[in-house]
């Protein structure tokens, strides 16, 4: 069983961490997954650079940019990941625009990832038809779950069609906008969580966007079953390294004040 | 073959809609409805009134007497230069606030270049009573300052980009980004037969007037309705995708595309994307583009900001590959220098987009009976102060 | 009565020939030919086709709904602006160039004040292959520093006028002079109904098609030829004389002229000629000009260069007297503020020239029921800076 | 008989001065004319300044523009020619341009000429047409000479229509050219001059434009009856005043080394 599917079966909620690979150096990648999973993290998401991430704001833009002038490159992340699986457990997902992705050769990439102990991928141009129509196969072949989104605009009927489609997670993305927003949730968000619970959907959810902190991860996980820090932990990363993991990690996780 | 687009959205191996989940319902909502309010009647006589009334149509095609002898071949230039705001860019814009009020929306957004996608939207949007936001490069903004005058006098509001080359490629990412962001009152009034479908066969249509009225102009003239060669630039390609369009299933017509090699096809500075790119996905659209081994975008470099850009519209990329179209590259010199000899012979001061198309005479010799039509997509008001530098006037 | 020109050169009082002995046998051959030439069919042929397939003619004839709105009444906007250069100047330079090659001559001489006719003139130049020199005012010349780089790039020399206030005046009596010295082989494009007989009546049959085309155009739209009012600015008067020419002895339509007040009509920094001059002789032609008691002509003042001019042709001098027009006077900041609304409410920038009539809605009332056509003259590409700084954009 | 008529009798070779009332000085115009009958000259063209010369090239239109500038008017001129004949003899012309003149009042003006004893008027922008229609009585009434133009560019036919009407001394305009163009003649003016000499006119002529030393003087009244002086008795006047008139005069009427 894939190690998404089994930590989904934990009976607790879950913490998602998204970071950019070769951010703030080029040879962080390996360091920064170490750190996540001694701190607790429950599931990684491995940013590959792309030079035009358009569903992203401003952070994780500058992050792939700075990670795209360090160095980073698809070879060189598979080649840092390289043995990743002695010593980390807990999921492992590359998410990064498809360009890349079919430049490498989408079989070859599975092929690589699944190698390597990846367990999911997410991509967000990758749009579901065209996963079905081309990849799935290839997908399914190297035991790679494909994360799929909705949003607050999408359609019930899409949902319904998404969650039959999901393994592992829906990614739901908790309002309209790129990534790193303004944090915080509002009556619209709620409203919009609690429509989605009521809609027992077979595939558990992960929010994302807009989680920052004690708080939002709280109300978040509320209302699914864990939730995905990616800007909010860029920035901590920009301002105290590395070693600071930790300490992001714990405000996460314990009501403090910050 | 089919030049034209199917029924999946793709122009062969090209096009489709690569779009993030969150754009899902926009794109959808256009691409269920395009055809059909494009089709309606009244949407039919809004556009055809207001292209007659308000951008000035039908352009004239003007037989070039002066630089014919000059080059021993017969030239029309489809005079796109004459429309309202300057160039054929408010042919889609029209068309496109047309479809974006009777889907009822109120906030508009689009990307510019050069700025005639800017001032064109900006105007509609005047015209229509709807907010404006125009993403434009902080490099663009330089080099086309009287475009971001105009747009600001018309009431739009300019956002400058910062990222990436600070042109056209990264003005794209961020009004997607906006549009992300605003998706439910907001239209994207794409400028080019770029982004996912149904954009480039949407703005493909509405440009589509050009080729029409180039026929029956031409047989007016010629006795003919096909000329041997249609001849554009190619920036995403809106202006060639509506110079060709009626002329695409005719294969006796031959297309000529002009792309902007910069300083060199290959001095790393030129944006001679069917040369230079391979295949890949670039603002929601399989397509050609300037790409890194890796698939990272390539930024790219024209002395025209209209076609400082790594991709080309998916019609264009399966233009291309299939032959249909033959592509030729322009540096910068050689655009400028027929830009500046299209004004001293016939008085026409050509944006250094369309300069581009102007300068295949270098590069290819034609007969004395062919009979050419080049698409003058734009006035060069706008670069007036790069070819008084350029050129040390 | 009679508000054309009669035999004799004279509209009323108005009109005729003063000009030095000098200038004689140049305004003789004109005098003579120019009305041959007109009527010769081949020349027909040509101006025709050239204002179609180049100048882009006919311009269209729209209907601003939202100013139409604003101001509660019918308002059709004749859309010089559309013109290729920008202006209703071209119709003239066509002509006047054809006419020029029909006498002979090689060498064409021009004064400017916004640019504008400097521009149509410096075109046609290039499309006839003829050297073009351009007298302009040092003070136009800052600022419309863009028709400025328009005629250098096509290729026309420019000469910068240092006298007397420096604007369209100085560089009409400069113009003349070079005339004076270049009797045989230069033609001089006199840019407004201005000037000895016969260029105030030539000029106007040139701009006449204006009229002509409003004609049937409105014939179209609203069922009869006739608008209740036809609507023009008034610097020398031309673009005015040629969107009233076919209505002159129609009393049924009002004509309605627009002066340019400057700061004020009597703040000593004005060009409201109507109300601030008398008779007497300006640039070889009896007329109503700012004057002095003791008949020194007065310096002008007006935002607008191309309407900063101390006198009117002498078609409008006539028009004035006999009471057949009313004249409006429109002050810099009326004028510039009636732009911007037409540039917010219909996408449509204009020059500040036009601006002028757009402003008579804080002046007059009209009944919903009036069809207005208001002559858009040109476009304010040329004038975006003053826009700019004015508005703090 | 008129005092131009008497002058043109004489038998010599005709010196007349153009300058520009009100220049350097306002109050000038007077001492001006004394020191030019003084100094020799035939005849004298008063300028009277208008603000836009358009026969006139820079000198004269930069002394016109000086004298308006200095408060010139054309009352102010004729007040300060008033008691001009108790002590000047030689022929007094006023050249000016035709608005101004049409200001005054055509007939007030030429009532104030005769009473003030001019004998004759230049207005170069008043055509022979227009003056034979509307003004010819009044000139005639008030004993005044209108004065006509010929250009190397007049046609035969004009020159004797023009001779025909014509008193006094045709100004016979040396070359195609305003005022103050290059001086000295080439064999255009020369062949223009004979040509001109040939036709045997009633009316003699006196040749203006680009006349400013003893030799062009001398060239000019080789073929006819005088010459004019303007834009370089201007330009004397501007480096050296009044007092300089009579040296400037001497150079013109004796050959030597300038
Ligand atoms: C005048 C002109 N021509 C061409 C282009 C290139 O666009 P496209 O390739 O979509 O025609 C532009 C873009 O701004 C333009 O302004
Ligand atoms: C746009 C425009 N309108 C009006 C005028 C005034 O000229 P006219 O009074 O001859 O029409 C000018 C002169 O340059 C002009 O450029």
């Keep these: ?122 991509i967000p141009d990758l749009p579901l038809a065209v996963y079905q129509e081309q990849y799935q196969k290839i997908f399914e072949h190297y035991g790679l779950i494909n994360i799929f989104l909705i949003t607050p605009q999408t359609t019930v009927e899409r949902i319904h069609h998404i969650d039959k489609q ?57 209302h699914a079953k864990g939730a995905i820090i990616g800007s909010a932990f860029i920035k901590a990363l920009t301002s105290n390294g590395v070693t600071g993991i930790e300490d992001f990690i714990n405000q996460i996780k314990n009501e403090q004040n910050t | 073959m089919q030049y034209n687009i199917n029924e999946n959205g793709y122009y062969g191996d090209f096009g489709g809609a690569y779009i993030p989940e969150m754009l899902y319902p926009n794109i959808e909502e256009l691409r269920q409805n395009y055809l059909k309010i494009m089709t309606e009647p009244d949407f039919i006589t809004e556009f055809n009134a207001l292209l007659k009334d308000y951008v000035g149509r039908p352009s004239p095609l003007y037989f070039a007497k002066r630089l014919s002898t000059r080059y021993n071949t017969k030239i029309y230039l489809k005079r796109e230069d004459l429309n309202h705001t300057g160039a054929h860019k408010i042919n889609n814009t029209i068309g496109q606030i047309l479809v974006a009020k009777r889907l009822g929306k109120n906030r508009i957004i689009a990307e510019t270049g050069a700025g005639q996608h800017g001032v064109a939207t900006a105007t509609v949007c005047a015209l229509m009573n709807m ?81 029409k009225e180039i026929q029956w102009q031409l047989q007016e003239k010629e006795g003919r309705s096909n000329p041997d060669y249609v001849i554009a630039c190619v920036g995403g390609g809106s202006n ?20 902007a090699a910069g300083k060199g096809v290959y001095s790393g500075e030129s944006a001679a994307t069917s040369i230079l790119g391979n295949e890949g996905i670039i603002h929601g659209s399989k397509t050609l583009l300037m790409q890194t081994q890796d698939g990272q975008i390539v930024e790219p470099y024209s002395i025209s900001a209209g076609l400082d850009y790594p991709g080309v519209g998916p019609m264009h990329a399966n233009l291309f590959k299939s032959g249909r179209a033959e592509f030729i590259a322009i540096t910068d010199d050689q655009a400028m220098t027929a830009g500046l000899e299209l004004c001293q012979l016939e008085g026409i001061i050509p944006a250094i987009e369309t300069s581009h198309s102007l300068a295949i005479f270098n590069q290819k010799k034609f007969k004395p009976n062919d009979v050419l039509v080049i698409n003058l997509s734009g006035r060069g008001d706008k670069d007036l102060n790069t070819f008084i530098n350029h050129f040390k006037l």
Excluded at chain 1, 36 to 55: N, T, Y
């Design chain 1, 166 to 222: 999901s393994k592992g997670f829906i990614y739901m993305v908790s309002s309209a906008s790129v990534t790193g927003g303004k944090s915080g949730f509002g009556n619209v968000q709620i409203d919009y969580f609690k429509r989605i619970e009521k809609m027992r959907l077979k595939t558990p959810q992960i929010i994302g966007f807009g989680i920052a902190d004690y708080l939002t991860f709280k109300l978040a996980t509320n």
């Design chain 2, 131 to 211: 907010e404006c936001i125009v993403y434009m490069g902080e490099v663009d903004i330089v080099r086309q300052a009287q475009n971001v005058a105009r747009m600001k006098i018309l009431g739009a509001k300019i956002v400058p980009v910062l990222s990436g080359s600070k042109t056209l490629k990264d003005a794209t990412n961020e009004a997607i980004r906006d549009w992300i962001n605003h998706p439910v009152d907001t239209h994207y009034i794409i400028g080019s037969v770029v982004g996912p479908h149904p954009y480039p066969d949407m703005v493909a249509r509405f440009q589509a007037v050009i080729s």
């Design chain 2, 240 to 259: 060639a995708a509506g110079a060709y369009y009626h002329y695409l299933e005719n294969t006796d017509v031959k297309l000529i595309a002009v792309e």
């Design chain 1, 1 to 122: 069983m894939n190690r998404i599917n089994q930590k989904i079966q934990e009976n607790k909620k879950l913490l998602s961490i998204y970071f950019s690979a070769g951010y703030p150096n080029l040879e962080d990648t390996k360091s920064i997954i170490k750190n996540l999973e001694a701190s607790g993290v429950d599931m990684i998401e491995i940013g590959l650079p792309f030079s035009d991430p358009l569903a992203d704001g401003e952070t994780i833009q500058q992050s792939s940019t700075q990670a795209l002038k360090n160095g980073m490159s698809t070879a060189l992340l598979f080649e840092q990941l390289k043995g990743i699986r002695s010593t980390v457990t807990i999921p492992l997902i590359i998410m990064g625009y498809f360009n890349p992705i079919l430049q490498y050769g989408v079989a070859d990439f599975c092929k690589k990832c699944h190698a390597l102990g990846i367990d999911g991928l997410i």
